[in-house]
Every structure is written in C-alpha cells, then in structure tokens.
Nanobody, 119 residues
C-alpha cells in the first residue's frame, strides 16, 4: 500500500517561508508518471487542491499562488516539494500531498503537515 509522508510544516510569522516535502513509498516507475498535487485544508474548510506537478515537470497553480509558491519534484527520491514564500495568515492549514485526482485515483492520505502563520 502506498504511503505518503508530509513534513516541513511549522509556525512562521507573516512574510516568512517554509519548504514542505512529501515522500511517497511507491514504485518509482509509477511515481514518475503520476501527476502529484499539494492540497490544503484550512480550518473549518474542506481540503482543496492548490497546485499540481505533472510527469514532464509542468505545473498548474490555483489562483495567484504561483506568485508565492513553487512546486517541484525529484523522481529519484519519489518526493515532491512545496516552497512557500511570503506566507500569509490565510495560508494557515494542514497541507497534504496526493495524486491529482482529476487525472488518476488518489492514494491513501497521509497525516499532512501543519502550517501556522501568525504574528
């Protein structure tokens, strides 16, 4: 069974940065062709997809996040990353990675990593 392990969250002040990581325990040949996404669940809200990276490295961002967030993947490590800069209070939430379910069935969800932005 595939396991997803997110890490890198924490508390930062507004304007700060964090780099999230997500490691997938899956066959490398499968991982490298899978469109992977970062999802965010803000307090009191449903989990939402915020950015996707495809097998060819192309990306799709939700809203204006591209100005502050950067997704990347390392297929040699079965890992994706999310560099988050200029964080805002509204970025607070739990961040998860998973398959972009618009294209392929999702894998079992990991525990996520908590991001808290406050002064």
């Amino acid at each position: 069974q595939v396991q997803l392990v997110e890490s890198g969250g924490g508390w930062v002040q507004p304007g700060g940065s964090l780099r999230l990581s997500c490691a997938a325990s899956v066959n490398g040949d499968i991982f490298k062709i899978t469109p992977m996404g970062w999802y965010r669940q803000r307090p009191g809200n449903e989990r939402e997809l915020i950015v996707t990276i495809f097998s060819d490295g192309s990306t799709k961002y939700g809203g204006s996040l591209k100005e502050r967030f950067t997704i990347a993947r390392d297929n040699t490590k079965n890992t994706i990353y999310l560099q988050m800069n200029n964080l805002r209070r509204e970025d607070t939430g739990t961040y998860y990675c998973n398959v972009d379910r618009r294209y392929r069935p999702e894998w079992p969800w990991g525990q996520g990593t908590q991001v808290s932005v406050s002064s």
